[in-house]
């Protein structure tokens, strides 16, 4: 259902630096590239990441309750990408491990403050 999410940024370089990483772990790339504007993913594939200046002119600001949550293929993406987001820029805000029955996650947060995490659901999970 979801298409793509959009996050802001104040600083378009650095930012890119830190999803330049996240998605090369993911296997993908950049896919558009704008003044003041960048997405991530692979056109016809799962939701990507946008992340642009605010349209508004004013300074980017993070969503209190707002996070993305990046599907990872097994428990060993998930640390790695906990560790490319913090080698990038990237600050912890919950490391890698099981949360409650069949999820396993780990949270972060990017350069600008905005909240991902890299999840899995594991076999034998309720949908």
Request: glycine share 16%; net charge negative; proline share 6%.
């Amino acid at each position: 259902m979801i298409g793509y999410v959009t996050l802001g940024t104040n600083d378009l370089e650095r930012a890119a630096k830190f999803y330049d990483a996240i998605a090369a772990e993911m296997g993908t790339s950049r896919m558009m590239e704008w003044p003041g504007a960048i997405a991530w993913g692979t056109p016809g594939g799962g939701a990507g990441i946008g992340l642009t200046k605010a349209f508004d002119g004013q300074p980017a600001t993070v969503g209190n309750g707002v996070m993305v949550a990046l599907e990872a293929a097994s428990r060993e993406q998930i640390h790695r990408l906990h560790e490319v987001a913090l080698a990038h820029g990237g600050t912890c805000e919950g490391p890698p491990g099981p949360r409650g029955d069949a999820f396993y996650a780990a949270y972060f947060r990017d350069p600008d403050g905005n909240k991902l995490n890299a999840f899995m659901m594991e076999q034998g999970a309720v949908a």
